[in-house]
């Protein structure tokens, strides 16, 4: 099964504040970061999207031909092919010297006879390595079809994993005291400054730590390493899959490139129209919608694993320790913080992206909490998928692409440093917090914690470096047909945001796959077949196609 690192989690700084909003911007963050840079000749303002250029065609600009003339040189890294691609670190002054070196990963075609290309893949994030999702057997999940046609190839993007240099931010270092448990609705003065402090002090550390990187991480640069990528491993056109936040990069490229597009596939799609707070109240209605799911379809999909009989007793339940998180947190084993009602809802959360493979782990970390022991939901919270594994002694190697990956002070996993750093530099967000305080009320009734929490976890864009992107529909002339992948149930990119981008890319499709989780290419049958029918053969999919497990 390919599991697309969906927004994978493993936190930042704190855990009270990294948990939560690891776990309801996930999409957000990852999601609203389409580019805004269209590509037709010369410069100057491009009249349909304010604050954007108009870009030539890069691979022409003298001052980038040594990017685009350079060739990937491959060495074996365990079972894949690895090289390192170069890129200017600011692309409007790319003779500067000053660069990224990002990780390539390559798993070669199984029937070289039959090569169409090179498939890119992004898993997602922002923040996810590429070369790790190679590494965890992605290749290996692609149908047999896809694997005789092309090399699998991924990256790490720019800032993320083993690129260098990486993202990242400084530890938090205030005493208990300093620190603030995070209240699901901050509601009184002390509280919202508490909540706004935490979210300053956590931006002023990646600043610390990464000032020089923030404007230069975002998607619109990431995509043009895409096309980089693309030249260098010799191919006339790009032939692409992303999950997620993967979308947004997508989109970004064939706004920026539409007619280097061979094929693209856009699964747990973005509305790049949207503006903070609807992507907000999307995903958290989403979330929420997700978690009544579970307590309705538990029994379905784990049997007698489930924390009650009934879908009332499963939702009792949830209801149950939510105020009893709020009052006091659950013990946690080896932690004097224990988990609070933050940590709670991101626990629940982070489990509803695949439930066949999550919703059994969640429903033993609720029973377990249920008896005053909050050590399995603290570590689903955490990102932890092994959280209710009985085998302590998994293997924890990063792989063959270790080597490459970050030094120093930089975390082997800094996805949630890029987490941050794409979300408010790509997305728009207020300056002063008075729109966060008023994006409140509305969030609680659209969503209750989920939509609460869900904004105040954009209180770190308030204080951070911002790009000039804003939202817009996309622009993208001349592209091929693009097939959009929507799950009905999809907690993080709602399925209506599916339905939009489709509609919104000239000639676009929509797979429907009518299941909850979040994406479907590698988790049903029926969209591995239509992806890779289109993938192989570009065979376009039928206006109301659907699928379902």
Known sequence: MILPWTDHPGEFLVFRTAARRRALVLALAVLGTTSLAACTAGSGQDGNRPGTRAVADPATRPDLRRFYGQKLHW?????????????????????DGETFALPVAKAAT????KRLGSLVLNPGGPGESGVRLLEDGVADDIGKGVRARFDIVSFDPRGVGGSKPALT??????????AHEAPLYPRTDAERADVLSDARATAAACRRASGPLLPHVGTDDAARDMDVLRAALGERRLTYVGWSYGTSLGTSYAEQFPR????????GAVDPSLDWRQRVLNQSTGFRDAVEEYADSCADVVGEACPGTTPGEIRALVDRLLDRTRREPLPVDG????????????????????????????????RAADGGDGTKLAALAA??????????????????????????????DNGDAA???????????????????????????????YGTSGVTSELVCEDWPAGARRPHRVHAPGVPPVLVVGTTGDPATPYQEAVSLARQFPGGMLLSFEAPGHTGYGRDACVDEKVEEYLVSLTKVRPGTRCAP
Not at 75 to 95: E, K, Q
Not at 169 to 178: F, Q
Not at 385 to 407: I, Q
């Open 419 to 449: 987490l941050m750093a794409v979300d408010c530099l790509d997305v728009p967000h207020p300056r002063g917090a008075q729109a966060y305080w008023d994006a409140l009320a509305p969030a609680d009734k659209a969503a209750g914690v």
């Open 260 to 267: 280097r597009v061979r094929a693209m596939v856009l699964d």
């Open 169 to 178: 931010c400084l530890a938090d270092d205030r005493t208990g005291d300093e």
């Open 383 to 412: 990102g932890d998928e092994d959280a209710t594994d009985t085998d302590t002694d998994a293997d924890t190697d990063a792989g063959p692409a270790a080597s490459e990956g970050p030094t120093d002070d930089v975390p082997g």
């Open 110 to 113: 199984a029937v070289p006879g």
């Open 75 to 95: 060495r074996p890294c365990g079972d894949f092919r690895c090289a390192t691609l170069t890129v200017p670190r600011d692309y409007d002054r790319p003779g």
């Open 335 to 366: 932690s004097g913080e224990g988990l609070d009602a933050a940590g709670l809802v991101s626990a629940l959360s982070l489990s509803m992206y695949t439930p066949e493979a999550q919703w059994e782990g969640l429903s033993e970390a609720l």
